[in-house]
């Protein structure tokens, strides 16, 4: 194996929103189904949102129009989407991710990127890692993930959609090229039905083939776009995973000088890790809806819990109960702490959020407050205040 390389992974959950519903309704199970708007007889305006494997043997889609797919597959189960059920859902999973490492990029709502080269040492090579990730969302959520695991993400990504459902495949480093030229130029990103086009015209539809030509040549016939694509189809992409993308969050974890099994320490050290996040946001002048929290056990068990709520946050007051309730059910019975953490993502900006204008007077109070401690703090530096109100039990608001 070249000692430079990354391990990216990419995770990518089967039939999302209808293998949601399969877990929750047994009696779908194995059914063609097909979540999306009302279908009402075929005279239906809407679209399909996904189905399940069996009704896409059907022909059935996603975007695909839901009149056709009742043509198609009449005899389907046909259902709405729950989208808040699939976010609590989403969230979980990506609380899975998240223990593995805090280098995780969510893409979309069933989706991700993980650089795992940090953590091979910690939980393996990246097919057993993989393997793990697979294996935890399975035993927690109910539900299939397929994976790729490559040396940068373009790779990945393909090798996660190549065995789907249930796939993982395994693209060793030195083998991308290998791996690329037999399949189809559609598979490069970046190449929608019109770049497709163009290529089949000039005889490529295999991506070994596009690989084959004078990367000056592909520049001329296709501009800046035909250096891009000519790397990918070399299976060179260099772009890092970046939490800080997609969902962008703002986090701040420590690791314990030794072991921390008393649960006041483990209440102080979450505050004041609350109180850097909660900073952190209002600097950049954005909101987390997502806060998470995240526990390591001596023995480097590592355990994540994640709530996305509607209105989002950026206040010790609100960010702290909620992030100490959600580190509750982690702690165990004799288990010692090594690391704490505390993210805020799924970041809504100032702006945006000006623009609903959704709060209530008691949540403006926090922030007046806020912003005088943040004046305090910045002319003091940090720990010249400490919250008294939060280090003992909270009286009841009045
Ligand atoms: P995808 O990952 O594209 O699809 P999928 O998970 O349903 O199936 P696959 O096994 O091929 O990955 O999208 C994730 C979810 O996003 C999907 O379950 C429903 C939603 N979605 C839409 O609502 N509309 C769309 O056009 C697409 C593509 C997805
Ligand atoms: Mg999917």
Known sequence: MVPTS???????????????????HPEFRGKPLIVGSDPKGGKGRG????????????????????????RLCPSGIYV????????????RIMSILFAFTDLVEPVSIDEAFLDVTGCRRLFGSGENIARKIKECIREHEGLNASVGVASNKFVAKV??????????????PGT????????????????????EGTLLKIGLSRIGQLAAMERAELVRRLGAAGAQLWELAHGIDDRPVSPEEGFKS??????????VEDVQVLHDTLLRLTEKVAQRLRRNRVRAHTVTVKYREADFSTYTRRETLREPLDTTEAIFPLAWKLLGPMLRRGKRARLLGVYGSNLASEEKRRQLELFDGGERRDRRLAGALDDITRRYGDGAITRAALL???????
Do not use: N
């Not at 990419?10 to 399969?22: C, N, S, Y």
């Not at 709405?80 to 969230?91: Q, V």
């Not at 703002?250 to 072991?259: Q, S």
């Open 6 to 24: 990354r391990t990216i992974l990419h995770v990518d959950m089967d039939a999302f929103f209808a293998a949601v519903e399969q877990r929750d």
């Open 392 to 398: 003992h039990p909270r009286r009841k608001p009045e």
């Open 80 to 91: 709405h989407p729950e989208m808040d059920k699939y976010a609590r859902t989403s969230d």
């Open 159 to 172: 090798a996660s959609d190549l065995q789907k459902p249930d796939g993982l495949v395994i693209v060793q």
């Open 176 to 195: 991308e090229k290998q791996f690329l030229d037999p399949l189809p130029i559609g598979r490069l990103w970046g190449v929608g039905k019109k770049t």
């Open 47 to 70: 679209i399909v949102a996904t189905c399940s494997y069996e009704a896409r043997r059907f022909g059935v889609h996603s975007a695909q129009p839901i009149s056709q797919a009742w």
């Open 250 to 259: 703002v986090g701040h974890e420590i690791t314990f000088e030794h072991d």
